[in-house]
T-cell receptor, first 112, second 114 residues
Framework: GIQVEQSPPDLILQEGANSTLRCNFS?????LQWFHQNPWGQLINLFY???GTKQNGRLSATTVATERYSLLYISSSQTTDSGVYFC??????????????FGKGTLLTVNP | DAGITQSPRHKVTETGTPVTLRCHQT?????MYWYRQDPGHGLRLIHY???????DKGEVSDGYSVSRSKTEDFLLTLESATSSQTSVYFC?????????????FGNGTRLTVT
């Protein structure tokens, strides 16, 4: 099946710093989503971004489908950004949300 | 907010007992999912539904059954709970009427089987 690798596995920042999280995938995809799981366990959908660039406040994401990677940018980080960031994909051959494959995540800690 | 409510939020049960978890949505979305999340395994799909009375198995469906008698409710049943089913269970929906839509999760149910 498709392989999803996220880097770095862990990241520690000071409040106000910027960061880039990466998601590499081993096959072409028709569905890519980024999620944030906060320290209380809630999973929040950040972006649905199979290709192109999107921005939402301090967060933005870019997926370069032809090169099989996606980047999540966090600017001016805040302590509330702490948690685990997951990338999830569906391969072109796999069809739908039924086949979402999640990466292992990046654990982000933002210190005050 | 995709209007997803999971109940109960926490449950402790004994091995061998049946357990039913409920997922309720208020926005009439077609596609619903049950996942479990475990350390070292990440998020894994248990079962999913593509409409009323239309369900199918996911990656880790053994020991679980589901039912969807109304659009708004998707039930997950552990017929005879085992310790290996101790986990955090998340319900999710595709927000949109096509299956490849953003996935939104409920707040989870923490189940402990003793």
């Amino acid at each position: 099946g498709i392989q999803v690798e996220q880097s770095p596995p862990d990241l520690i920042l000071q409040e106000g710093a910027n960061s880039t999280l990466r998601c590499n995938f081993s096959d072409s995809v028709n569905n890519l989503q980024w999620f944030h799981q906060n320290p209380w366990g809630q999973l929040i959908n950040l972006f649905y971004i199979p290709s192109g660039t999107k921005q939402n406040g301090r967060l933005s994401a870019t997926t370069v489908a032809t090169e099989r990677y996606s980047l999540l940018y966090i600017s001016s980080s805040q302590t509330t950004d702490s948690g685990v960031y997951f990338c999830a994909v569906v391969p072109n051959s796999g069809g739908s949300n039924y086949k979402l494959t999640f990466g292992k995540g990046t654990l982000l800690t933002v210190n005050p | 907010d995709a209007g997803i409510t999971q109940s109960p939020r926490h449950k402790v049960t004994e091995t061998g007992t049946p357990v039913t978890l409920r997922c309720h949505q208020t926005e009439n979305h077609r596609y619903m999912y049950w996942y479990r999340q475990d350390p070292g395994h990440g998020l894994r799909l248990i079962h999913y539904s593509y409409g009323v009375k239309d369900t199918d198995k996911g990656e880790v469906s053994d020991g679980y059954s589901v039912s969807r008698s109304k659009t708004e409710d998707f039930l997950l049943t552990l017929e005879s709970a085992t310790s290996s089913q101790t986990s955090v269970y998340f319900c999710a929906i595709s927000v949109g009427q096509i299956v490849n839509s953003p996935l939104h999760f409920g707040n989870g149910t923490r189940l402990t089987v003793t």
